[in-house]
């Protein structure tokens, strides 16, 4: 066994951290060699309710954890910590703008900031989940001043494998037959899901337009609202599964011949501009993702990008005075 690793889970009360805690616990995210320490952060008010998950975590006996700070103390919460899984947010009220939405949500990642900046460890990963994510990430990056920018991501990957199932289901193949897909942008409904590149058992496969603009896209932008109209709850089992998958295949590396979606600082690419957090396809290898270059953008998709664009824009300008 290696020595063990700290991971922190935010919101680790709530919905996606009772999916995702166990997951990671057993090992299926960092593999079955790597011992965890967990460190499930949540609010003063959530301690009651994270208490009962300690207990479940202590009667799984998994073999791979070696220890376990629950917390609300964003310094205890943070120290030491070598993945950062920042699943706590402020969830938007009925009759909310999503002006306050932002704002509310920069208070908590300029604070969760400075913590991971002055505790964590230098060599942290940290994947947002929380929304607005790719803004939050924004802002929490902007308060980092001893860590590399790179390692502050947010989440695109339940996106990305939405898309991955509906194009495996209209081609009849497997989800894992599926390769060369993206998202690009925010992960919102402006996210752009790129399929133009798209093998299927290493093929080039291609479906027919009307049904990407008219059934395809909506149903990966809509999937979330479909599956709360369902559940009455929202996909919280699915998304802890994507926030797991973004960390294993940040640290694994994509396979060769393929690409995944991870929302990273911008470097300019596809004319995105600089710092935005923008979801790009990705190859990762030796735990470094590198943005997939030179991908040909048709005027359909140039016309999408442009628009989750100058959502994020938007969206960074009405927290500017938080980037300071
Ligand atoms: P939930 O409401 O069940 O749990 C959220 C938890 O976060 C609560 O326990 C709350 O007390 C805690 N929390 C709030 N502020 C916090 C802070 N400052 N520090 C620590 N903990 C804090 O919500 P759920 O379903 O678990 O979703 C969490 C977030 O994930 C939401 O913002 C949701 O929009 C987002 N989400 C993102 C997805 C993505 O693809 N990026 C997909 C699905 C959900």
Known sequence: LKPPVRVAITGAAGQIGYSLIFRVASGEMLGPNQPVILHLIDLPFA????????????DCAFPLVQGIVATDNQQVGFKDVNYALLVGAKPRGPG???????????????????????????DIKVVVVGNPC?????????????????????MTRLDHNRAQHQLADKLGVHTSDIRKIAIFGNHSPTMVPYIDQ????????????????????????QRGAE??????????????????????????????????????????????????????????????????????????????????????????????????
């Open 47 to 58: 301690m009651t309710a994270l208490n009962g998950v300690v207990m479940e975590i202590q």
């Open 96 to 122: 909310m703008e999503r002006g306050d939405l932002l704002k509310d949500n920069g208070k908590i990642f300029t604070e969760t900031g400075k913590y991971i900046n002055d505790h964590a460890s230098r």
């Open 134 to 154: 790719n803004t939050n990430c924004l802002i929490l990056a902007n308060q980092i001043k001893d860590i590399p920018k790179e390692n502050f991501t947010a």
């Open 198 to 221: 798209m093998t299927a058992k290493n093929h080039k496969a291609t479906v027919d337009q009307q049904w990407v603009t008219q059934t395809f896209i909506p149903t990966v932008q």
């Open 227 to 324: 599956i709360i109209k369902a559940r009455k709850l929202s996909s919280a089992a699915s998304a802890g599964n994507a926030a797991m998958n973004h960390i294993t295949t940040w640290v694994n590396g994509t396979a060769e011949g393929d690409y995944t979606s991870m929302a990273i600082p911008s470097d300019g690419s596809y004319g995105v501009p600089k710092g935005l957090i923008f979801s790009f396809p990705v190859t990762v290898k030796n735990g470094k993702y590198s943005i997939v270059q030179g991908l040909p953008i048709s005027p359909f998709y140039q016309g999408l990008l442009d628009k989750t664009i100058k959502e994020l824009v938007d969206e960074r300008n009405a927290v500017d005075h938080l980037l300071k």
